[in-house]
């Protein structure tokens, strides 16, 4: 069978810049940051104490039954994966079910319930737990809410590569079309894991950034010198990719092409990234979509603010790159929306889309202090319009060591 | 209605927003629409409300009235009646 193109027809977010992809991307092109102080009755036990927050309320989406069953990783993605079948033009009656399936990304899954269950077990001593716990906190959750609220008979699949998850979902969607085995997938990625343990957890590990004291909203400071880490954030993103010429056919917006994707593993250390590993990667993406280096104009950076992961990707950028690594736009978004983890490639992947789309490059927030080490455009501070871009690259790379890399096009 | 049929009729229309008219004696779990995993639920609530340990093994109903049973069973065989 001859490889199939895919278009991405639908988007959908949920995210500390906003609810919806055209503020979220108004949002970034402003500069407008959605990292504060943490508003959780727990900050007071807290070293770190900023995070990017959502503003979400659920009870328009759902009633009180289903948000007994729904963590807020599922309320979540299904916010996001609605946002998306409806600016697909889709009516779900119309869906070709066996046809159509799911791939979603997330790192911690159902965090809240499983947090809130232990602290009842271990704390309260509680005889027994919410009979819904396991699933609403498996894994799975998030992507199988979608499937059932659809009736999707399609794959239905979670991936769980940490910081690559979402990436990886959409990668593995589009080959799905691409070689046949579906006409039409959400896929994006879901993440809540704002909760007391999970923030400890990664106090722990000692990547989270410090607080600018001046202005916490500035703390995350990708590329950067006084960078000091990253900054946890959740949210969710689900696009809609379908098979070209059904998308064509029906008459469905048309967003842009996905023309490039690569996974693979550093295979190195479990949390030091590999510039051999992130430059495979974004070399196989070109392959894939079978496109010189030079045609890519915007990367968004996987930059995560940590002074490891910036001088690695700017170091893996010029590899493969070369010259026109100084030629092309590179941002971290992250900068300004915090780290989704397991929905951090689905939303930068919708900033792409967005970059395409309105011709204009989000910039890098915060970027004060020049590193010599990292010496490319990274837009910084300040968005811009864009010349004649064709081409976006989304990075995502992970701690456990996958990458993903996704190569959009403007249609 | 007696006591227990209330509290549970309470536990019902506010967990899962059902029709209070729905709650019959005869009523099975289909009709009232709730499943097997809602029934557990609302017997943990019974239990944090009246102080009771209702067995897992135990909860076996075919409607609405199987469950008051139960409940009533439990209070006086664990004297919390």
């Known amino acids: ?276 590993g992130q430059a495979a990667a974004m070399g196989n993406a070109l392959k894939d979509a079978g496109l010189p280096a030079d045609a890519i104009g915007y990367i968004n950076a996987h930059g995560t603010g940590t002074q490891l992961n910036d001088k690695t990707e700017t170091q893996a950028i010029k590899e493969v790159f070369g010259n026109h690594a100084y030629r092309l736009a590179v941002s971290s978004t992250k900068s300004m929306h915090g780290h989704l983890m397991g929905a951090a490639g689905a939303v930068e992947f919708v900033a792409c889309l967005q970059a395409l789309r309105q011709q204009a490059l989000p910039p890098t927030r915060n970027l004060a202090v020049p590193d010599p080490e990292c010496d490319l455009d990274y837009v910084p501070n300040r968005g811009r319009k864009a010349e004649s871009l064709a081409y976006a690259m989304s990075n995502s790379f992970a701690f456990g060591g996958t990458s993903a890399v996704l190569i959009v096009k403007r249609p | 209605m007696t006591a227990t049929a209330e509290l549970l009729t309470q536990i019902l229309c506010e967990k899962f927003e059902i029709d209070p008219g729905k709650i019959k004696p005869e009523a099975t779990p289909e009709n009232i629409g709730i499943d097997s995993l809602d029934i557990f639920d609302v017997v943990f609530s019974v239990e944090e409300a009246l102080d009771i340990k209702v067995s897992n093994d135990d909860v076996k109903v075919a409607n609405f009235q199987d469950l008051v049973d139960l409940i009533d069973r439990t209070r006086v065989a664990q004297g919390k009646v």
């Open chain 1, 1 to 276: 069978m001859t490889p199939r193109r895919v278009a991405v027809t639908g988007q959908g977010i949920v995210s500390p810049l906003g609810n919806d992809p055209a503020a979220f991307f108004s949002a970034l092109m402003e500069g407008k940051s959605g990292i504060g102080r943490l508003k959780a009755d727990f900050i007071d036990k807290l070293e770190c104490r900023i995070a990017a927050q959502v503003d979400f309320d659920p009870t328009p989406y759902f009633n009180k039954r289903q948000l007994s069953s729904l963590d807020r990783v599922s309320q979540f993605s299904l916010a996001a994966a609605r946002q998306a079948i409806e600016s697909a033009g889709i009516d779900p009656a119309g869906l070709d079910l066996p046809r159509t399936g799911i791939t979603l990304g997330t790192g911690m899954g159902g965090a809240t319930s499983l947090d809130e269950s232990y602290a009842r077990l271990y704390r309260d001593q509680a005889p027994r737990l919410n009979p819904f716990i396991v699933i609403m906190a498996m894994n799975g959750a998030a992507g199988s809410n979608i499937a059932l609220e659809y009736r999707l008979a399609g794959p239905n699949l979670t991936y769980t590569t940490a910081c690559s998850s979402s990436s990886v979902a959409i990668g593995e969607a589009f080959r799905l079309i691409r070689h046949g085995y579906a006409d039409t997938m959400l896929a994006g990625g879901s993440e809540a894991l704002l909760t007391y343990g999970t923030i400890r957890a990664w106090e722990a590990l000692r990547t989270l950034a410090k607080e600018d004291e001046a202005d916490p909203a500035a703390s995350c400071k990708p590329f950067s010198a006084d960078r000091s880490g990253l900054v946890l954030g959740e949210g969710a993103a689900i696009v809609v990719l379908e098979e070209w010429d059904r998308a064509v056919a029906r008459g469905a917006p048309i967003l842009a092409e996905l023309v490039g994707y690569a996974s693979g593993s550093d295979s190195t250390h479990m949390t030091q990234p590999s510039v051999a």
